[in-house]
């Protein structure tokens, strides 16, 4: 990996990890006019990012969509079961950066309430590839089964065992 490269990718695990503080803030600050959503928070993280010229319009396209991917397998989880967040990001929550972790807590925990005020079913297990952006959590390689943890945000590597690049949230 070139160094370029290597500051490209640094630079879009910031731009997550500033776009989701966005996120957050948008929400707490529409909570006493307005129910927010997350694709109006997430709208509004990107439109602030690039006009900040922080990133691109397609980077920041691509990192939304890697934010509600995050935030939408985890939201459905605590929906769904009376499971810790902690069991869903497979991890010891002492060893995840606090910052993302509490950004990453606050923006799933709204938008399990969103979920739930819809009614919404049990969407299709999302994937996750190599070259992409996560946040916190654990992912699992689709093909051998290897186990890759994230304590902060990062970008998904090839898998360590079998160089496959598809993943999933690691079951319990």
Same mark, same amino acid.
């Given at each position: 990996?070139? $160094? ?34 997350? /694709? ?6 990107? /439109? ?5 010229? =922080?990133?691109?319009? @397609? ?16 939201? @459905?989880?605590?929906? =769904? ?18 910052? $993302? ?5 606050? $923006?799933?925990?709204? !938008?399990?309430?969103?979920? @739930?005020?819809?009614? /919404? ?5 999302? =994937? ?9 959590? !654990?992912?699992?390689? =689709? ?7 994230? !304590?902060?945000?990062? /970008? ?8 496959? !690049? ?7």
């Amino acid at each position: 990996m070139s $160094v370029n490269n290597k500051h490209e990718n640094h630079s879009l695990i910031d731009a997550y990890n500033q776009m989701m503080a966005r996120i957050k803030d948008s929400i707490e600050s529409a909570e006493a006019t307005a129910a927010p959503t997350l /694709q109006k928070a997430i709208d509004h993280a990107k /439109q602030n990012a690039i006009r900040l010229g =922080e990133i691109t319009l @397609e980077e920041a396209e691509e990192i939304g969509n890697y934010i509600k991917r995050d935030i939408n397998d985890a939201a @459905e989880y605590l929906m =769904e079961t009376s499971h810790e967040f902690s069991e869903w990001l497979m991890l010891d929550i002492d060893i995840i950066e606090q910052k $993302v972790l509490e950004l990453f807590l606050s $923006v799933a925990d709204k !938008t399990r309430i969103e979920l @739930e005020q819809l009614s /919404q079913p049990n969407i299709e297990t999302s =994937e996750y590839h190599t070259g992409e952006i996560t946040g916190p959590g !654990t992912l699992q390689c =689709e093909d051998c089964g290897e186990i890759i943890h994230f !304590t902060t945000t990062g /970008q998904i590597p090839a898998c360590p065992m079998c160089k496959k !690049t598809a993943f999933k949230r690691a079951e319990i």
